[in-house]
């Protein structure tokens, strides 16, 4: 113990200094370049044939003129109606199917989401749809686990993770939104946006009929998810397909650690479960790369069988493979993508279809909830929103504000899925075995990254420090008991590997608006209260 005492000091030490300069080499560096399928849900009208409501039809439409348009109804569309609409706002919703989505992703909400829920008052979506209350992860490797907590201790009873299905969580967003007066939501894809002189004036979309119609108000959200098709004209998309998910479903499986998601670092990355509900358990395999085994030719069912299986838990062995056998296996794409805006007077894009980050770690939620969180303040105070110059110039601080959190749970995911995967350099192999057994030292070890991990503290700066400590407590590994050319060649190529593992991310991210958000002028915009 003693020993590990002085070494986690001599990591501290070292932590810190390496963390200033890396800083300052980003910095040089952004310089130099400057509920089940189809059951009706209260408050929407039940399915007609196949579809959730009548054609252009939905909730009441809203009296007066619309103030705000939000294109999609998923997470963030439904809780950004409702927040709108509670605030007074006149919102208008078009989803392109209202029935309930049926998806293996978005399905764990970190506590820092719940937080988010909670202050947007939408924490009772979680209720009546079988959620399972998640108290941290359990970490796989090599027959060795341990067993991350949450730092809940200064929260509410209440504060936990939650996972779910992700098409019940939906509905209940959805049938919260829709029963607010002011909530109009209508079935229809959006096929455009309505510009005028460089403004964007609303939508134009299609009903079910096939006819075509034009919505118009002073502000169009988009938040139609990762397969927008509204998005190249609101920002540059420079979208990543890492890797793809496979998901099972499991049933009733009793996971090793009750309550906790389990990650297991298989070869060649990788293998996540959590429960869904109280009788079953989502698994995801990660598949690196954009194309995956053929799930028609078995394929798929050969490669889960004989390459994944044998890196399972024993204890969930028998109901994995019972599970393969049943053969409802899925897949999906993991994409990530930087936040890239272009400006525009009348529109703001949000959720999924503005910024993405590998699934891996659960953050998406997390962060689409924090960034309404942002949006509500900064357009309470304004009496309506029909300048829409002054409004897209005011709203420039959204992308600003929102920095912080969304870059720190951004870059943790994508740093943590490279470090997670398996690779044949020894170097990165040695990242990968540091970074469990720092995580299984207990105390700040754990603690620092599960909080950054959860978003209940989602700082950069820490964010940062944790993973250079974990680069450097993997050095001073190899160091001991003696150093030997080969063994500090390896230390040398693992701080190197780190930082081209973080620095890429954080570039992409913003140095600038993610560490110092405090020296953009955005940051400081007031209200236009003269032109409002």
Not at 89 to 102: A, G
Not at 223 to 229: A, E, L
Not at 368 to 378: E, H, K, T, Y
Not at 477 to 488: E, V, Y
Request: include cysteine; hydrophobic fraction near 40%.
């Amino acid at each position: 113990m003693a020993a590990a005492a002085e070494v986690w000091q001599l990591v501290g030490a070292a932590a810190a200094t390496l963390l200033a300069a890396a800083l300052v080499a980003a910095a040089l560096g952004r310089q130099r370049q400057r509920r089940r399928r189809g059951a009706p849900v209260e408050g929407i009208p039940a399915p007609e044939d196949g579809c959730a409501v009548a054609d252009g039809a939905g909730s009441a439409a809203v009296d007066g003129p619309t103030d705000v348009i939000i294109v999609g109804a998923g997470v963030a569309g439904s809780a950004l109606a409702y927040t709108l609409g509670k605030d007074g706002r006149r919102v208008h919703v078009i989803e392109r199917d209202l029935t309930e989505p049926d998806r293996i992703v978005g399905e764990l909400l970190q506590p820092g989401g719940y937080l988010k829920l909670m202050e947007l008052g939408l924490q009772d979506c979680v209720d009546e749809i079988d959620a399972q209350r998640v108290l941290g992860y359990a970490l796989f490797k090599d027959g060795k686990n341990t067993k991350l907590s949450y730092p809940l201790e200064k929260f509410h009873s209440d504060v936990a993770g939650r996972s779910f299905h992700n098409g019940r969580f939906i509905q209940r967003m959805r049938e919260k939104a829709a029963s607010l007066p002011n909530v109009q939501l209508e079935q229809g894809t959006v096929t455009s946006l309505l510009e005028e002189n460089g403004t964007v004036k609303g939508v134009q979309y299609k009903i079910k009929s096939g006819e075509e119609l034009k919505a118009y108000a002073p502000l169009t959200i988009v938040c139609d998810g990762c397969f927008s098709n509204l998005r190249r004209a609101l920002c540059s998309p420079k979208v990543e397909v890492p890797s793809c998910f496979v998901g099972l479903v499991l049933e009733n499986c009793e996971l090793p650690h009750a309550n906790h998601g389990h990650v297991i670092l298989a070869n060649p990355s990788p293998i996540l479960f959590y429960p869904i509900s109280s009788t079953e358990v989502r698994c995801l395999v990660d598949v690196p790369g954009q194309k995956v085994p053929s799930i028609a030719s078995g394929e798929m069912t050969n490669y889960l069988k004989t390459v994944v299986a044998p890196q399972i838990p024993p204890q969930i062995y028998d109901s994995f493979i019972a599970a393969i056998d049943k053969g409802s296996i899925r897949t999906m794409p993991n994409r990530s993508m930087p936040a890239a805006p272009h400006p525009t007077p009348g529109a703001l894009l949000m959720g999924d279809a503005f910024n993405m980050r590998h699934p891996l770690t659960g953050g998406g939620m997390t962060v689409a909830l924090s960034d309404i969180v942002v949006l509500r303040n900064l357009i309470k105070p304004l009496r309506n929103l029909h300048d829409a110059s002054a409004l897209c110039k005011y709203l420039e601080s959204f992308y600003t504000l929102r920095k912080p959190v969304a870059s720190t749970i951004n870059t943790l995911a994508g740093a943590l899925y490279k470090v997670f995967s398996s690779s044949p350099d020894k170097a990165r192999d040695e990242m990968r075995q540091a970074c469990f057994d720092y995580l299984s030292l207990g105390g700040v070890c754990s603690n620092g990254p599960i909080a950054l991990l959860s978003g209940l503290n989602p700082r950069p700066l820490s964010l940062v420090a944790h993973f250079f400590a974990v680069a450097i407590f993997g050095v001073g590994r190899l160091m001991l008991p003696l150093p030997s050319p080969k063994r500090m060649w390896t230390g040398a190529r693992l701080i190197s590997g780190a930082c081209g593992i973080i620095f890429p991310i954080i570039k992409a991210e913003g140095v600038r608006q993610m560490f110092f958000p405090a020296t953009v002028p955005a940051y400081y915009r007031a209200p236009p209260e003269a032109e409002f």
